[in-house]
Structure formats: structure tokens, C-alpha cells
């Protein structure tokens, strides 16, 4: 397993932007899948956008607003979040697996974070 740190959430108005980091650490990072999912209050958690070394997936909910990203040089996986909406709200959770296939659902990944929370205001 690796171990994953998220950072950077916060409280933003909506139409702003935010950059979470994910900082993976206990296994070679350079190869596998890295997610971001959510969770809002009373909801399920949620795919929102997932890399390998060679694709990306979004959701489409956040298709065009938010960028994932990776640095292997320093073991981080970035989301580039901007247009954000009230309705992005939600506890953001980093996952990884070590296959390069991006699921959307939570079960095929082996490694989560902590979480951080975002909040957008109206």
C-alpha cells in the first residue's frame, strides 16, 4: 500500500478556485492509478477524476472546471479546481491502486488519504 496525504482545502466563493496536493509516500509512484473521489454530507462518495501515467478520467460533473495532475519527481497528484460551485462542496479523498486502469468506484483502490474538506460559498 501507499500512504497519501492530502492538502490544500479550504472555504472559496463560488466562480474561484482552489489546488488540492496529494502526497503519496511507501511504494514506487511512477506507475498505477491516482483518484480523487468526494463525499458530501448524506452522500455517497464520488468519482471525480483519476490519472495513470498515460490517460485521465473525469467525472462529468466536473468535466472542463477541475485538471488532475502528477509530478512523479515528487510523488504528488495535484487537482486543479476553478469555476468552483456550491455544489462541489464535499470532503475530497486521494486514492491510489497499482494498475493503470481508472475505476470509478471506490472498491478497486487499495490506498486513501484522510480526506480535505472544501467548501464553496454562494
Known amino acids: 500500500q501507499v500512504q497519501l496525504v492530502e492538502s490544500g482545502g479550504g472555504l472559496v466563493q463560488a466562480g474561484g478556485s482552489l489546488r488540492l496536493s496529494c502526497a503519496a509516500s511507501g511504494r514506487s509512484f511512477s506507475s498505477g492509478t491516482m483518484a480523487w473521489f468526494r463525499q458530501a454530507p448524506g452522500k455517497e462518495r464520488e468519482f471525480v477524476a483519476g490519472i495513470t501515467v498515460s490517460s485521465t478520467r473525469y467525472a462529468d460533473s466536473v468535466k472542463g472546471r477541475f485538471t488532475i495532475s502528477r509530478d512523479n519527481a515528487k510523488n504528488t497528484v495535484y487537482l486543479q479546481m476553478n469555476t468552483l460551485k456550491p455544489e462541489d462542496t464535499a470532503i475530497y479523498y486521494c486514492?491510489?491502486?497499482?494498475?493503470?486502469?481508472?475505476?470509478?468506484?471506490?472498491?478497486?483502490?487499495?490506498?486513501w488519504g484522510q480526506g480535505t474538506q472544501v467548501t464553496v460559498s454562494s
Open positions: 486514492a491510489a491502486r497499482p494498475f493503470n486502469v481508472i475505476p470509478t468506484t471506490s472498491s478497486p483502490y487499495n490506498s
